[in-house]
């Protein structure tokens, strides 16, 4: 295939991703340095900030309330909360719906009974910021705010792997470097 081509075939699948809301499974990102910096808003509108995490491991992962692989997530995340939330992991779902915490999104939440905290953002900065490809996307962020691991196409809380990823991080000292 000529590079014409292949550029042509990489336009189409990613307007096909925009299209049908699905991530396209991409290689890890790499992880961060320094701590990063994003914000969007709770629920009831207060802002909210990954600095405010920081102290703690934390799985931010975005959806939608009509994304079909998101429905599959999020009962898995809030199960992984329920269970690791006293040993110190955070997770926060972060919902993209445009137009903010709505009665979709609210119904989506009540239908898997999520306890876990949801952020809110509008103007979709999760997917700069972390530079995911549709959702769901998840990120893994370390105690210091820095990002360790990407999931894009979601992540898979029974994975062995990520679990061992996840206790290795809870068992890390916290003291701040």
């Given at each position: 295939?000529?590079?014409?081509?292949?550029a042509?075939?990489?336009?189409?699948l990613?307007?096909?991703?925009?299209?049908?809301?699905?991530?396209?499974?991409?290689?890890?990102?790499?992880?961060?340095?320094?701590?990063?910096?994003?914000?969007?808003?709770?629920?009831?509108?207060?802002?909210?900030?990954?600095?405010?995490?920081r102290?703690?491991?934390?799985?931010?992962?975005?959806?939608?309330?009509?994304?079909?692989?998101?429905?599959?997530?999020?009962?898995?995340?809030e199960?992984?909360?329920?269970?690791?939330?006293?040993?110190?992991?955070?997770?926060?779902?972060?919902?993209?719906?445009?137009?903010?915490?709505?009665?979709?999104?609210?119904?989506?939440?009540?239908?898997?009974?999520?306890?876990?905290?949801?952020?809110?953002?509008?103007?979709?900065?999760?997917?700069?910021?972390?530079?995911?490809?549709?959702?769901?996307?998840?990120?893994?962020?370390?105690?210091?705010?820095?990002?360790?691991?990407?999931?894009?196409?979601?992540?898979?809380?029974?994975?062995?792997?990520?679990?061992?990823?996840?206790?290795?991080?809870?068992a890390?000292?916290?003291?701040?470097?």
């Amino acid at each position: 295939m000529s590079a014409r081509g292949a550029a042509a075939l990489l336009a189409a699948l990613t307007a096909s991703v925009g299209v049908c809301g699905c991530a396209v499974l991409v290689k890890d990102r790499p992880a961060s340095r320094e701590p990063v910096r994003y914000s969007a808003q709770s629920v009831d509108g207060a802002p909210v900030s990954t600095v405010a995490l920081r102290g703690r491991p934390a799985i931010l992962s975005s959806w939608a309330s009509w994304c079909t692989a998101c429905r599959e997530e999020l009962p898995k995340l809030e199960r992984l909360y329920r269970q690791r939330s006293r040993d110190g992991l955070q997770i926060v779902a972060v919902d993209l719906d445009s137009d903010g915490f709505s009665r979709a999104a609210r119904g989506v939440a009540a239908q898997y009974r999520l306890t876990m905290p949801i952020w809110s953002d509008t103007s979709n900065d999760f997917s700069n910021r972390f530079r995911a490809v549709g959702v769901p996307t998840s990120v893994l962020l370390d105690r210091h705010g820095r990002l360790v691991r990407t999931w894009q196409g979601g992540i898979d809380p029974t994975d062995p792997a990520t679990r061992r990823l996840v206790d290795r991080l809870l068992a890390q000292p916290s003291s701040r470097s």
